[in-house]
Structures are given as C-alpha cells and as structure tokens.
C-alpha cells in the first residue's frame, strides 16, 4: 500500500461550487499534512499546512483531517477559474523507516469553469 | 528574482546524448532536491542532498547522477538520455527539520527523441 492515494481526477466544476479534494494516508502516525497547490507550467508552492488534530481555515479553503479513517481533505469555497490547477497533498517524512523527505499524492487537476 | 531557478526551462536531445539540468537557490537552504513528474504517476524522488557533502538516493535514481557543487547550487545529469527521461523535472529546496515546507523551481520540460 502506497503511504497516500490521492484520485487523480480530472474535476470539472462550475464557477461558484464547493470543491472537495481528497487524500488517503497508510501511517496513522503522521502528525501533520500539506496540501500543495500547482498552476499550468509552475512548480508547486505550499498552499496549506495543517496538524492532524482537525480542521484549519484561510480564506476560502478549509483542510480537514480525520485520523480514524486517514483521511486528508481541501475544501475550497465558492470556487473561482483562478483555483483552477492541480493540487497535491503531501505526507511527512516516516523516519521511522528511514525515510527523510515528502512524500506526495498524484495530484488532482481541477478547473472552475465560468 | 526568483528564488529558485533552474536551466534550461526547455530542452530537446536525442537518445544516448549527455544532459545537464542546473538549478541554483537564493534562500539560504541546505536542503535541495530534483523530482521528475509524469502524468499519472505525479512527483517522483530522484535525489536529494541535505548539504554539500551529503548525496542520497531518491525513488529512481537509476539514469541519473548529481552534483552538489555549493550550497546553492545542484545539478542533474542523465549520462545517456533515453526517450523514457521525457518528463517535467524540478529542482526544490527546503530548511532543516522533518517537513519543512519545500520550495519549487519553475521546472524543465525534457524531451528525449
């Protein structure tokens, strides 16, 4: 079992909607999760950073975790064609197994649709 | 200026052809990294470096070498590119410390003939 899943999409929605994007993780030891945001032809930069004690807010986004079923979420409110991008989830370093660096999800490609 | 940058932004070569991807960073960090991201398999490890002295390998290092030659400053090479090398790769740097947010370069877009 990889250490996240994360569906790949495509997600089509219209300007306006609520958009859910979701993330399996396999270690119920992880503390803490990223969710990176990646425009058409950028690197990925941090959109939100959150502990795994429940839900953090900024602006139109909220990312929720639920430890009992690991389970990462981004909810974006009143979505807009600017969110349109790919967005990847991202899961600690286990360095339990020696592992030292990020770990990331497929990503899912979004677009707002006006 | 942007605090990561790497070279070329885009490169064409053929097969068994030597390639080099250079990727230089403003913040100060240690840590430095080089993903390659294919649609449907999303960002892949391909080295790391927490300082100069210290290279290891990532997810699939097989085909690829670095170098490490300051602080700044981290390079990739593929020694005989093949057409399986296409891909978008990107040069990131982060602080020290388990997770630390990872800062990415804009990314180059190889294509192998």
């Known amino acids: 079992q990889k250490e996240v899943e994360q569906d790949p999409g495509p997600l089509s929605v219209p300007e306006g909607a609520i958009v859910s994007l979701n993330c399996t993780y396999s270690?119920?030891?992880?503390?803490?999760f990223m969710w990176y945001r990646q425009y058409s032809r950028k690197g990925p930069e941090l959109l939100m950073y959150?502990?795994?004690?429940g839900n953090k807010e900024d602006g139109r986004f909220t990312a929720q975790v639920d430890k009992s079923s690991k389970y990462i979420s981004l909810f974006i409110r009143d979505s807009q064609p600017s969110d349109s991008a790919t967005y990847l989830c991202?899961?600690?370093?286990?360095?339990?197994?020696?592992?030292?660096?990020?770990?990331f999800g497929k990503g899912t490609k979004l677009s707002v649709i006006p | 200026d942007a605090d990561v940058t790497q070279t070329p932004r885009n490169r064409i070569t053929k097969t068994g052809k030597r390639i080099m991807l250079e990727c230089s960073q403003t913040?100060?960090?240690?840590?430095m990294y080089w993903y390659r991201q294919d649609p449907g398999l999303g960002l892949r490890l391909i080295y790391y470096s927490f300082d100069v002295k210290d290279i290891n390998k990532g997810e699939i290092s097989d085909g690829y070498s670095v170098s490490r030659q300051a602080q700044a400053k981290f390079s990739l090479s593929l020694e005989s590119a093949i057409p399986n090398q296409t891909a978008l790769y990107f040069c990131?740097?982060?602080?020290?410390?388990?997770?630390?947010?990872?800062?990415f370069g804009p990314g180059t877009r190889l294509t192998v003939l």
């Open positions: 990131a740097t982060s602080g020290t410390g388990l997770g630390n947010e990872q800062f």
């Open positions: 270690n119920s030891a992880f503390q803490y």
């Open positions: 959150t502990y795994s004690s």
């Open positions: 991202a899961i600690p370093p286990d360095s339990g197994a020696g592992s030292y660096q990020l770990t």
């Open positions: 913040k100060g960090h240690d840590r």
